[in-house]
Each structure stands twice: as structure tokens, then as C-alpha cells.
């Protein structure tokens, strides 16, 4: 049985990551300190991967300093590599952001970084891009509101359900490393704004949206920059779709 590690395993995609790989039958492992694996200091991380064929790193950090970003994202990837190597991984797969060597600021940088040791390195790897989840706006609502106000960036955004990043992820793993980086993006491309706006609608919540530019990026923001141009694959999903979702688990 395929023994795969996923680093995050317990957040927003990491743990779609789970779920659907055991649907397909692997064996899945989470890398997590509660299971004796700390990615930021190492310590445990290499009996973790014992076995296992394929880490899959889904780490993440709620920050907008790049300084924090930097410093996570460069201590959980240098580990997780020579971890893998010293337990024989024959795979390291990172998920990353699409655009995100565009906009070098806050989390953005820390991803850089995260994208340099990994392609940097002499282990066998692939880097999937992603866009904005569909669950990113609801995200934004969370994180930029004040009272009854949300500040949301103005930003183009191809927005991509969470399940099917999840999904390439576990095919990208399953496969040879391709030693390169590709991209996965959705079907259609939708203003941030707009998508918390539809969002607020559509789960009756009332609350004043007011666009910002969006910190040390206004300018490739609002371009198209985080919109992949050629992905390697295309959601399905439309944004709708997730939205009609949300209503009926409501």
C-alpha cells in the first residue's frame, strides 16, 4: 500500500488531502506535533516519515509579516526535506500560489522562500501552484472584518474549489516528480470584492465591503498576476456552484 505524509494535515486543504486519499486507499499519514512531528525544530519528523513514500506539504501560517512567513516556511521545508531524505522519500510535493514570485510581500514572501528550498534542493520534487480557494472569501470576511465592515483587497482572482487542489495534489504524488513547477487554477476569473459580496448575499449575512488595495501589491494584485496563464489543470467548479453548497449545508 502507497504510504503517503501530508504536512498540515488538518487544515484547509491538508486535510481535504487526507480524507480523499484514503478514500482512494492509502495509506495517509499526518505530520503534526501531536502525533510526535515538529516541523519547526525537526525533531520527530524523520521516524514520522518511516514508510512513506510521498510527503505532501500543505503548511500554512495565518500572517501577514513576511518576516514570520519567511522564517516558518524556510524551517518547516529545510526540514521536512532532510527528513525525507534521511527516511528515504522518493517524492517532496509543495503546494504554493499562483503568481506568488509577483507579489514578494508578507505571506507571499515567506512562499518564495518556500519555493527556493524546495526547487534548490537535490531531492525529487514538484511544486503545485494553486489560486484563491473558493474558501478564501470567506476567509476574507474573517480576517479584514471591523465591526460590520470588511476591508477586502482588490485583487483578480481565479478561483479554484479546495477539493480539487486536494485531488491534483494526490495525483501529482502518485506520480513521478516532475522537477518542475505547475499551476491549477478555476474556470473563470472573479473579482475578490465581488466574491465576498455574492457570498454575503447568498448566507444573508449584512455587512459593509469596502475595497483596499491590497498591502505591497496593489498594482499586480488587481492585474491578473495570480491568475494562471497555461495551467497544468483546470477546475471545474464555478464559484456559484460552491456558493449553492454552502446554502444547502446550511
Known sequence: MTRVAVAGGTGEVGARVMARG?????????????????????????????????????????TMSGQ?????????????????????????????IVGVDEVPSGYYRGKVAQERIVTGSDRPWTVLRATQF???????????SIGPVAFVPRMLSAPVAADEVADTLLDLALG????????????ERLQMVDMVRRLLRTTRRRKLVVPVPMPGAAKQARSGVLCPEAPFRTGVQPYAAWLQEQVSER
Open 134 to 144: 473558493h474558501e478564501f472569501a470567506a476567509q476574507m470576511v474573517r480576517r479584514t
Open 22 to 62: 484514503a478514500a482512494r486507499g492509502l495509506d495517509m499519514v499526518n505530520l503534526s506535533r501531536s502525533e510526535g512531528a515538529d516541523l519547526m525544530t525537526g525533531v520527530g519528523v524523520a521516524a514520522r516519515l518511516a514508510g512513506v513514500d510521498t510527503v505532501i506539504d500543505c503548511v500554512s501560517i495565518e
Open 176 to 187: 513521478e516528480p516532475r522537477h518542475e513547477v505547475v499551476e491549477i487554477g478555476g474556470p
Open 68 to 96: 514570520q512567513a519567511e522564517a516558518f516556511f524556510t524551517a518547516t521545508s529545510r526540514h521536512l526535506l532532510e527528513a525525507g531524505e534521511e527516511a528515504g522519500v522518493r517524492h517532496h510535493v509543495t503546494l504554493s
